[in-house]
């Protein structure tokens, strides 16, 4: 992982991004080159090949990111081959429009057709040479202080993340009574559901002794990266000095809250605590980056309105066809700083929804959604109504999703830090629905909480992009279902 305005990318994804560029600007290259040597009538200029070379590499990577082939959500084989198939078809398409202005069609076809046969020869030794270094690339060995659940949660997150190599070295005991503590003693539900993603036997960890000092067993062990896995650190159980001199001596110490930060992009609201909100990085506001947001969002608002107007027009319609009742549906929701605004959404469920007048958690397959309703809640496309409300300034286009206010009051007396998330403004989509699936419980909401926290802490244009870009493979392929 490393850091692009405050969040965490993956570099397995960005090495990945790089490689695919670098293959399509070199296909155009080679596309060109055959051409030429076929002595074509319309060659281009050498400054228009790497132009569209570079045009080519661009398109393509945005196609890939469309199609979700960068996001950590495993993807099965035979899906994946699918949607780079379709992400090369539909950016050789676009690139051919857009070449066709300075250059003869004749020339456009053969020399997009040869890039894109190029292109699908060099994906599989691509994807095979990175899939052969991720397998040789040295493991990062990582020490665990700590010998509890949550010790044993991160050491089996650890190993679950296919996108990275770590080795988990062992366990330092934070007292002399978890000295002799071994896997036996953790609950076996949390075993099972922790280290069952492993392949092969699950390895038994091994605990240090404590008469060794962490130092000590950093240099034996050659360690990379210490997590300190214990939620109470104070009364002397985790050695402070043992771990500031690590860290003087640069080897990286995480608490639990930076390590799933780092790791899986969300904030444990479990392991957090007030002091690292107050005192950590992000939770940035500035006026710049609220004029940046507003901006964006008013352009983007209005630029899919108009793309999206046929679309809600056909809607208005299969709606009055489908059952009575209001085509709009209004409802008041919690937006920024606790103000109460109306949200707008094409109504999916029937007129007499909640009749007794009793608020309800929305679920999967509800029966109170109409025929058209489970349609356009699939594909999303109830939410366009929502594009208004953020031309108006009571939404942006990313952000946590706004809840109604009695949910609102039960969720703040049992989710710890709720209320931050009212921090900024309510959104369209968000890090939360893009990363976690469709839930309707109180365990779903804290679990989505925590990627708002992550959103909150560390907002920024570049995430607002990166949202965007992954909602669209969240609609497309119906991820999060």
């Not at 132009?51 to 945005?62: K, P, V, W």
């Not at 020869?121 to 990175?130: A, D, E, P």
């Not at 993603?197 to 360690?223: N, Y």
């Not at 110490?253 to 930076?258: G, R």
């Amino acid at each position: 992982m490393f850091m692009v305005f405050r969040h965490h990318v993956s570099v397995a994804a960005f090495t990945a991004m790089m490689a695919d560029m670098v293959l399509c600007f070199v296909a155009i290259v080679l596309a060109a080159g055959t051409l030429e040597g076929a002595r074509s009538a319309y060659p281009l200029q050498l400054y228009q090949v790497v132009l569209t070379g570079a045009q080519f590499a661009l398109i393509i990577s945005l196609m890939y990111s469309f199609a979700g082939l960068y996001r950590p959500t495993p993807i099965a084989l035979p899906a994946k081959l699918l949607r780079t198939v379709i992400a090369l078809v539909v950016g050789s398409y676009l690139t051919y429009l857009m070449l066709l202005i300075v250059a003869e069609p004749e020339y456009v076809k053969l020399l997009i057709g040869s890039a894109l046969l190029y292109c699908l020869v060099g994906v599989v030794f691509v994807r095979s040479g990175l899939y052969f270094l991720r397998r040789v690339s040295t493991q990062r060995r990582v020490l665990i202080v700590g010998t509890g659940a949550e010790a044993y949660a991160v050491a089996g997150d650890l190993k679950a993340l296919k996108r990275a190599s770590n080795d988990v070295v062992g366990f330092y005991p934070t007292s002399e009574a978890a000295q002799g503590q071994v896997q036996d003693d953790i609950p076996l539900a949390i075993r099972e559901s922790q280290l069952s993603s492993l392949d092969g036997p699950v390895p038994t960890p091994k605990v240090f002794s404590r008469e060794a000092t962490i130092g000590e067993l950093v240099e034996r062990h050659r360690i990379d990266e210490i997590i300190v896995a214990e939620r109470e650190q104070r009364g002397g159980g985790v050695p402070m000095d043992q771990l500031l001199a690590c860290r003087i001596r640069g080897i990286p110490v995480l608490d639990l809250a930076a390590f799933y930060e780092r790791a899986k992009s969300e904030v444990p609201i479990d392991s957090l605590k007030a002091s690292w909100l107050v005192y950590g990085h992000g939770f940035v506001q500035g006026r710049a980056r609220q004029i940046a947001k507003r901006a964006f969002d008013i352009l983007c608002s209005g630029f899919l309105l108009t793309l999206a107007s046929p679309i809600m027009l056909l809607t208005i319609l299969a709606i009055k066809l489908d059952s009575p009742g209001p085509i709009i549906y209004r409802q008041e929701r919690v937006g920024l700083g606790g103000r109460i605004f109306m949200c707008l959404k094409f109504r999916s469920m029937r007129t007499d929804a909640e009749k007794d007048g009793v608020a309800r958690w929305a679920t999967k397959n509800d029966a109170r959604v109409t025929r058209i309703g489970a349609f356009i809640r699939k594909t999303r496309i109830d939410e366009l109504p929502q594009l208004l409300s953020v031309l108006k300034g009571e939404m942006s286009l990313v952000g946590p999703r706004p809840e109604r206010p009695s949910f609102v009051a039960q969720l703040r007396e049992q989710i710890p830090f709720y209320d931050v998330r009212h921090s900024v403004k309510p959104g369209v989509t968000g890090w939360a629905q893009v990363r976690y699936s469709y839930g309707a419980s109180l365990e779903d909401a804290r679990r989505k909480h925590q990627f708002d926290l992550y959103y909150v802490k560390n907002n920024s244009l570049f995430l607002d992009l990166l949202v965007l870009i992954e909602t669209v493979s969240v609609v497309l392929f119906r991820e999060g279902q």
